[in-house]
C-alpha cells in the first residue's frame, strides 16, 4: 500500500473565479466533517473549519487516514492545511503532507496579481508545473509563480467545478482536467439524505463530487491506485 490513497485532489486557473456563495452568504457555517470509508470500511476523516478575522476568512483542513488489517497499520495519510482568502482570491496557504511516511509541504502567497509558490518533497523536481510558469529550484524547494485566479485543490469551493485545473496543495503541482455536470441525485448523509448535483472529474483527477442547493461540498468517490473505492461521507 505504498501507493497514494487520497485522491490527488481537486481544481485552478481560469479568471473569474470566485466563492460561491448561498443567496444569505457563505454556504458553510463553522465546520464540515466526513467520514472516509474504503470498500465500505471507516478509515478516517477529512475536516474542515471555516472563520473571519481581520477581513479574512481561514480554512483550515484536517485529515488522517489509515488502512489497517489485523491490528497492523498498513498505510497512513495525514495532511494539514491553512487557507486564508480575501474576497475571491486566495491570499495564502501553508500545507504539510505525510503520504505513507513521505513528508511534502506547499506554500503560496499572493504577489499582486500573481500567486507565489514553493513546494518540497522526497521527488521535487526542478520542473514548473506547466509550461507557461516561472520556476527555479534552491535546496530541493521549487518556486513558482502562478495566475492569482488560481483554486487550491482543498474540495470546499464549488467554484472548482468551472476551472481546467488546480493547484495541487499536497505536491504543489498543477493538475489538470474536465468536469462534466452528470445531474441530480440524493445522496445520503449520517442522518439522512441531501438532493445535491453530481459533477464528475477526468483527467489528472478521477472522481466525483456532490453538491447540495446551498453550493455546499457533501460528498465524494474515488477509486484509489489499488483499485479499492473510497467514499466521503458528509457527518450532520
Known amino acids: 500500500m505504498k501507493r497514494r490513497l487520497l485522491l490527488a485532489t481537486l481544481l485552478t486557473t ?11 452568504g457563505f454556504p458553510y457555517g463553522d ?15 477529512h475536516s474542515l473549519r ?7 476568512r481561514h480554512v483550515s483542513t484536517s485529515i488522517d487516514l489509515a488502512v489497517r488489517m489485523l491490528g497492523l497499520t ?16 486566495l491570499q495564502s496557504l501553508d500545507a504539510e503532507t505525510e ?20 513546494h518540497s518533497g522526497p521527488d521535487t523536481v526542478a520542473k514548473a ?25 482543498t474540495h470546499w469551493n464549488i467554484a472548482q467545478v ?3 485545473g488546480v493547484l495541487n496543495t499536497e505536491y504543489g503541482k498543477i493538475m489538470n482536467f474536465q468536469v462534466v455536470d452528470a445531474g441530480r441525485q440524493t445522496i445520503k448523509t449520517s442522518t439522512g439524505t441531501l438532493a445535491a448535483t453530481r459533477y464528475d472529474y477526468t483527467g489528472e483527477i478521477n472522481m466525483s463530487q456532490w453538491f447540495d442547493d446551498r453550493s455546499r461540498w457533501v460528498k465524494s468517490t474515488f477509486v484509489a491506485p489499488d483499485s479499492s473505492t473510497i467514499e466521503y461521507v458528509l457527518q450532520e
Open 99 to 118: 503520504d505513507d511516511g513521505k513528508k511534502y509541504v506547499v506554500r503560496a502567497s499572493r504577489a499582486g496579481d500573481s500567486l507565489s509558490v514553493e
Open 162 to 164: 468551472r476551472q481546467s
Open 74 to 89: 498498513f498505510y497512513k495519510f495525514t495532511y494539514r492545511c491553512q487557507e486564508s482568502w480575501s474576497g475571491d482570491l
Open 14 to 24: 481560469t479568471a473569474g473565479a470566485r466563492f460561491a456563495r448561498a443567496a444569505d
Open 129 to 153: 508545473s506547466t509550461g507557461d510558469q516561472q520556476g527555479s529550484q534552491q535546496g530541493g524547494v521549487v518556486r513558482e509563480t502562478i495566475p492569482g485566479t488560481t483554486l487550491p485543490s
Open 50 to 56: 471555516f472563520s473571519e478575522q481581520g477581513g479574512l
Open 31 to 45: 465546520s464540515l466533517v466526513f467520514k472516509a470509508y474504503r470498500n465500505g470500511s471507516e478509515i478516517g476523516h
